[in-house]
């Protein structure tokens, strides 16, 4: 991360025109461990609740990471075109999220906030994770916790983060990384993948950077393609 300076992190997270416009549901403020969390959902015209709900966490909130995030945004939308509520927020100190920045430790809270007003809401709906970036880790690190049944991680820190503490994943996952990442170590993500005892289904786009500019639509056809099957088989049990 030292090599860019914060006003091009920013630019970075930012819309390139070549992705839709923000799909807006509902915008929420709940309440989290250090104070109001701001929320918006996103979904289909008819969203079935025995289907999953899938939460999404955002980048590091120090170099310009929020729920705004072009790469957030995508993958929103792409689990709203499986017929997945898509539920997207800032952590502490983003936005209108109040706090501060707590380098996991409290962001894994905020996560857990999030899941636990949406179950209320959602009983029956079975939980998806997701996260890009700083938003991996938080994920990675809180899947277990949460209780979630399925988990995707985009461009997952390992080399600015310590990985090995976490949880081993047992539940279906995904890693999509980029060959060409400016601020993930791409070479890292792999072995970090190739030593889990559970593998994950690992998409590698070769030609993509950190912020997948100009490889948004491969990124949403990437998950769509994986995971189409797997939302009928998530329906809560007794519904299907």
């Given at each position: 991360?030292?090599?860019?300076?914060?006003?091009?992190?920013?630019?970075?997270?930012?819309?390139?025109?070549?992705?839709?416009?923000?799909?807006?549901?509902?915008?929420?403020?709940?309440?989290?461990?250090?104070?109001?969390?701001?929320?918006?959902?996103?979904?289909?015209?008819?969203?079935?609740?025995?289907?999953?709900?899938?939460?999404?966490?955002?980048?590091?909130?120090?170099?310009?990471?929020?729920?705004?995030?072009?790469?957030?945004?995508?993958?929103?939308?792409?689990?709203?075109?499986?017929?997945?509520?898509?539920?997207?927020?800032?952590?502490?100190?983003?936005?209108?999220?109040?706090?501060?920045?707590?380098?996991?430790?409290?962001?894994?809270?905020?996560?857990?906030?999030v899941v636990e007003w949406f179950r209320g809401r959602y009983p029956e709906a079975p939980l998806w994770l997701a996260g890009f970036s700083f938003g991996a880790y938080v994920a990675a690190?809180?899947?277990?916790?949460?209780?979630?049944?399925?988990?995707?991680?985009?461009?997952?820190?390992?080399?600015?983060?310590?990985?090995?503490?976490?949880?081993?994943?047992?539940?279906?996952?995904?890693?999509?990384?980029?060959?060409?990442?400016?601020?993930?170590?791409?070479?890292?993500?792999?072995?970090?993948?190739?030593?889990?005892?559970?593998?994950?289904?690992?998409?590698?786009?070769?030609?993509?950077?950190?912020?997948?500019?100009?490889?948004?639509?491969?990124?949403?056809?990437?998950?769509?393609?994986?995971?189409?099957?797997?939302?009928?088989?998530?329906?809560?049990?007794?519904?299907?």
């Open positions: 991360m030292d090599d860019f300076h914060l006003e091009e992190l920013r630019r970075r997270h930012r819309y390139d025109g070549l992705e839709e416009d923000i799909c807006i549901g509902e915008e929420l403020l709940i309440q989290g461990p250090a104070g109001a969390l701001e929320v918006l959902t996103s979904g289909p015209a008819r969203f079935d609740p025995t289907l999953p709900i899938a939460i999404i966490c955002h980048p590091h909130p120090l170099h310009g990471g929020s729920l705004a995030n072009k790469v957030v945004h995508i993958l929103a939308e792409s689990f709203n075109a499986l017929g997945l509520l898509s539920v997207t927020f800032n952590f502490r100190g983003v936005g209108r999220s109040q706090g501060r920045f707590s380098r996991g430790e409290g962001e894994v809270g905020d996560l857990l906030a690190r809180a899947h277990r916790l949460a209780g979630a049944e399925r988990l995707l991680l985009v461009a997952p820190p390992v080399n600015l983060f310590d990985f090995l503490p976490l949880p081993e994943i047992t539940i279906p996952w995904m890693v999509i990384q980029g060959g060409r990442d400016e601020v993930t170590e791409p070479q890292a993500v792999a072995a970090w993948v190739h030593a889990r005892p559970r593998r994950p289904e690992y998409c590698w786009m070769a030609d993509a950077d950190h912020f997948f500019h100009g490889r948004m639509n491969r990124l949403r056809e990437a998950i769509i393609s994986a995971w189409r099957d797997a939302v009928q088989e998530a329906r809560a049990p007794g519904l299907r």
